[in-house]
């Protein structure tokens, strides 16, 4: 079964230094997701990726936040400078054009 | 905006019980998935329907979508320790591509 693939699991940072999320979809898809979780709270959208640009981001996904596909196979999630309240788990997701979401199993970020 | 509500909010079992959880959209559906999550850690995909009235078992576990598309049970028969965790409903609403999560039902399951 394909899986989308998270690195780290887990990654811990220092507040104000700036973080790189990885994940690696299913190869076939098409439509990219990062979604993200505050310990204890819902699973919340921050931003959709297609055709190379953003197509849809929250009210969350501000400015110090910024999303990549730096080559054929990697989508990333870059947090500038790191704030206490990024401290969630990361998910990725992709699906393809017809539908099937694919969750990665997540990364927990950490800010101390 | 969707909306995915889940009932219970928690649920504490006798192990060996039998519990359903709920999980109601306020859209009609293209998908409905069900998630189990440990807490503080990843998603472990449960089970995806489609049509309406279908119906899927793994294990000890049942989910059933509603012939219209906006309702899903998951049922545990037997339950048992290792079921413990957080249930999510996760929805591909028929319009837009945004992927919507339930409130979550929290289980306990007492030995």
């Known amino acids: 079964e394909p899986e989308v693939t998270q690195t780290p699991s887990h990654q811990v940072t220092q507040m104000g230094q700036e973080v790189i999320l990885r994940c690696v979809p299913i190869s076939n898809h098409l439509y990219f997701y990062w979604y993200r979780q505050i310990l204890g709270q819902k699973v919340e959208f921050l931003v959709s990726?297609?055709?190379?640009?953003?197509?849809?981001k929250s009210e969350i996904f501000d400015d110090q936040f910024s999303v990549e596909r730096p080559d054929g196979s990697n989508f990333t999630l870059k947090i500038r400078s790191t704030k206490l309240e990024d401290s969630a788990m990361y998910f990725c997701a992709s699906i393809q054009a017809s539908r099937g979401y694919t969750f990665g199993s997540g990364t927990r970020l950490t800010v101390v | 905006s969707q909306e995915l509500e889940q009932s219970p909010q928690s649920l504490i079992v006798q192990e060996g019980k039998n519990l359903t959880i709920n999980c109601t959209s306020s859209k009609t559906l293209y998908g409905l998935y069900w998630y189990k999550q440990k807490y503080g850690e990843g998603l472990i995909f449960l089970m995806m329907l489609q049509k309406g009235g279908e119906e899927k078992s793994h294990e000890k576990i049942t989910a059933k979508l509603d012939e219209k598309k906006q309702q899903s049970s998951l049922h545990i028969t037997a339950s048992q320790p290792s079921h413990a965790g957080i249930y999510l409903c996760g929805a591909d609403p028929l319009t837009g591509n945004q992927f919507y999560f339930g409130t979550g039902t929290s289980l306990t399951v007492i030995p």
């Open positions: 990726f297609y055709n190379n640009e953003i197509s849809e």
